[in-house]
């Protein structure tokens, strides 16, 4: 799914304010990006934040009735705040649910 | 015409909260960004409800709710709170501290102002 899909599922009346909020969504992903890739590293000081930005891009996307996108973001602040990010597998689904969200908003 | 005040820290949010409660329900809505600021909001435009994020930094949604149930002018105003789905085992706590009830986020934006109206029993 590439923006222009994304934009097509939001009620037409938000559209406008979606396209206005386009930027500062991307820059929130890349920020939860940077976030959790530093958490992998072993800065564990950053957990807070990162749940706060998951939690963020959750609501963000969800006041646009964008389900599925709000569903990435909250399977990725639910790993977090469980403090469940550990394994290779739960680091794996929170590395394909932020390239999701970047797909989602990239032109 | 009802007025519904909102209170979240992201500013997108609540003015997407704002746009489809005034487009869609034909409400009057009021935005604060801070938990102080909806406290002083509340009690100088007397909202018929308010909408309130969980989680904000420094006065936090129930830190705010004890705030509002403290003033006089805003005790009675009913809370519903906006959480989302990974905050649910929290949800009974916030009925226990006073919230009128909970949505939780994603919502549907065309199917919000019926969502509020049902959790407080208004007829539109």
Not at chain 1, 26 to 53: C, I, N, P
Not at chain 1, 88 to 102: D, G, K, P, Y
Not at chain 2, 98 to 124: C, H, M, R, Y
Request: charged share 25%; glycine share 6%; net charge negative.
């Amino acid at each position: 799914m590439r923006l222009a899909d994304t934009r097509a599922l939001v009620p037409e009346f938000l559209r406008e304010n979606f396209d206005r909020n386009v930027p500062a969504l991307v820059e929130r992903v890349a920020v939860l990006d940077e976030l959790t890739h530093s958490l992998f590293d072993g800065q564990v000081d950053l957990l807070s934040k990162a749940v706060q930005s998951a939690h963020d891009l959750c609501g963000s996307f969800g006041v646009f009735g964008l389900r599925e996108l709000s569903g990435f973001a909250q399977e990725v602040e639910g790993i977090l705040r469980a403090d469940d990010y550990g394994n290779a597998s739960r680091q794996e689904i929170i590395r394909n649910n932020i390239s999701n969200l970047r797909q989602c908003l990239h032109a | 015409m009802r007025r519904v005040l909102v209170i979240d820290d992201q500013p997108d949010i609540s003015e997407t909260i704002a746009a489809t409660l005034s487009i869609v329900a034909r409400w009057e809505v009021l935005t604060a960004n801070t938990g102080e600021e909806g406290v002083r909001l509340a009690a100088e435009q007397s909202p018929d409800c308010i909408l309130l994020d969980v989680m904000m930094p420094d006065l936090d949604g129930p830190a705010t709710l004890r705030r509002l149930k403290s003033n006089s002018q805003t005790a009675r105003v009913p809370v519903i709170f906006l959480t989302s789905k990974a905050q649910i085992s929290e949800q009974e706590e916030l009925g226990r501290i006073g919230a009128a009830g909970v949505l939780t986020k994603p919502f549907d934006p065309l199917q919000l102002g019926q969502q509020i109206s049902n959790i407080l029993g208004w007829s539109e």
